[in-house]
């Protein structure tokens, strides 16, 4: 099994460090940070798609103004997951499962892109999302990037316990290392995705948090993404609670999990190398180039 830490999105929003607390100019830099994984019998597996070539083509189509202006997504094919499938020597057709942290539009707007691909999700999740009811909903889930996905698999509250987290389960046709751990507060179809590598374990917590330093042991995150939290959350004592328990698991040298978000820069370069044998000499580092 081999994984790549891909970025397929980039948000620029007004407000430089007041959204992600280093960008030394009047803009942010916040990624989609989606995960493809080299299986050795199920083929390439995508976790989170983030923004996809039909977004590309038909921005305004497909996502609301409201989120283009706000986060200042820069639209580019060279970011999606498509093109960067391709780009590692694969085609389209190799990807044969997404599994989808949640279906908000920065997550799910690549997923036509790949389609014969099986779509794993929380039951709960697709019900939310094709019900769209309110201001936020109708917004954050765009039926336009999913309605031609027709291999769909929903999964119920049901499964083991995994580091004190509760429903914790396989996935149908995946190998047993990838697992779906509901973390439901920023959505109530919210999950992480661990997969276990020879390294120890990989949580993509997904949107369950934004900032690097809300997993240290003294929580702090900027003050444009505790907004941005706020505003997106449908339920903020099981969010909050969900935040404390990856942070105790993030600062428990036994537990051998390796934790990230979907939008964090500094967590994907970190990873990135990581995964190419590159391994920083801080762990607080910031990113030394702009996501350009
Ligand atoms: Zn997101």
């Known amino acids: 099994m081999r994984i790549h830490h891909l970025n397929c999105g980039c948000m620029c929003p007004v407000g430089g460090r007041f959204w992600d607390g280093v960008s030394r100019g009047i803009t942010g830099q916040l990624v989609c940070h989606c995960l493809l994984v080299e299986t ?7 976790v989170d798609t983030g923004f996809g070539s039909r977004d590309v083509e038909d921005p305004y189509g497909r996502i ?13 094919h060279r970011y999606t997951a498509l093109e960067q499938v391709k780009s590692l020597g694969f085609s389209p057709r190799d990807v044969r499962h997404i599994v989808l942290t949640h279906l ?40 336009e990037q999913w309605d031609e996905v027709r291999d769909w698999r929903f999964y119920d509250p049901s499964g083991e316990s ?7 389960r396989d996935l149908e046709g995946l190998p047993p290392e990838i697992l779906m751990v509901p973390l439901p507060g920023h959505t109530m179809g919210h999950a992480g995705i661990a997969i276990d590598t020879p ?13 690097r330093h809300e997993m240290d042991e003294e929580p702090s995150c900027t003050p444009g993404l505790l907004a941005y939290q706020r505003m997106m959350e449908e339920n903020r004592s099981m969010r909050l609670r969900n935040q404390d328990r990856l942070r105790a698991l993030a600062n428990d040298p036994s537990g051998n999990v390796r934790i990230f978000c979907s ?8 990873l990135q190398r990581l995964s190419t044998g590159w391994r920083p000499l801080r762990s607080d580092y910031v990113p030394s180039r702009h996501y350009s």
Do not use: K, M
């Open 64 to 76: 609301s103004p409201l989120f283009l202006h706000v986060n200042r997504i820069r639209l580019e």
């Open 263 to 270: 939008h964090d820069p500094v967590e994907l370069e970190a």
């Open 199 to 211: 390294e120890g374990w990989l949580l993509n917590a997904g949107d369950a948090y934004f900032h």
């Open 104 to 143: 908000d539009f920065d997550h799910a707007g690549g997923l036509e892109d790949f389609p014969g691909a099986t779509v794993h999700v929380l039951r709960a999740e697709a019900e939310e999302a094709e019900v769209r009811q309110g201001f936020i909903h109708q917004r954050r889930y765009r039926p």
């Open 162 to 168: 995994w580091f004190g987290f509760s429903f914790v």
């Open 40 to 46: 050795d019998r199920n083929g390439l597996v995508l």
